[in-house]
């Protein structure tokens, strides 16, 4: 330890990570696939918001088929259906049960 530090003559820095022209490319895929799999889990989730906001607060309004192909074609543009979401979220709103003046939060 520290014996090259006394040496005059230079020596090789050999501390640079290189990857091979495999390895590249495998780490590529891999981070694709990631992306794709983070991406499709938006589509998801923000698909499943939308047909909860369609079928109304108690589920009253049935959704078909096309609802739910609906659905996942806005889903694919998450991002912006996660601010349309945000911005128009309602307030939750007290509400009492049977009568009884217990205050339960619910959403009108």
């Not at 998801?44 to 088929?65: D, K, M, N, P, Y």
Request: hydrophobic content about 45%; overall charge negative; proline content about 5%.
């Amino acid at each position: 330890m520290g014996q090259n530090l006394s040496l005059s003559e230079p020596f090789a820095d050999t501390s640079g990570v290189v990857l091979s022209p495999q390895d590249r490319h495998a780490d590529i895929i891999v981070g694709i696939t990631w992306a794709c799999s983070i991406y499709g889990m938006g589509i998801i989730f923000c698909a499943v918001r939308l047909l909860e906001r369609w079928s109304g607060e108690h589920g009253e309004r049935g959704v078909g088929f096309a609802g739910v192909v609906g659905a996942f074609l806005c889903g694919s543009a998450w991002p912006l259906v996660l601010v349309y979401l945000m911005v128009t979220e309602k307030e939750p709103v007290e509400r009492k049960v049977q009568g009884y003046g217990v205050p339960v939060l619910g959403k009108v």
